[in-house]
């Protein structure tokens, strides 16, 4: 089963959201619904290096994947999932560029 990681608020987040509906492989954990998610995922992103270039510009890292073999990974694509296009909707972070 593969997790994921992201925020009912978050546009990207949204968009995969929809692509798994009903789907049992996938697995949404909303980092915003309990502090005991939060503290999961910034486990993660504390310390996974495939999160080294979001620690790096300040931004959350959302959704996030963890694959079935422990993989993590900010690619929906390698989830079997498609990236939200750009213009669809606005992005979360303040210089519009992701979430």
Do not use: W
């Amino acid at each position: 089963m593969i997790r994921i990681y992201g925020m009912s608020t978050c546009p990207d987040c949204t968009y995969v959201e929809k692509q798994i509906e009903g789907n049992g492989n996938y697995e949404v954990i909303d980092i915003g619904q309990h502090v005991r998610n939060l503290k999961e995922f910034l486990r993660l992103r504390d310390t996974d290096p495939a999160f080294a270039a979001v620690r790096r510009v300040g931004t959350v890292g959302i959704p996030c994947f963890v694959l079935d073999d422990g993989t993590v990974t900010l690619s929906p694509e390698k989830a079997g999932l498609k990236r939200r296009p750009k213009d669809e909707a606005p992005a979360c972070s303040l210089d519009g560029t992701g979430c």
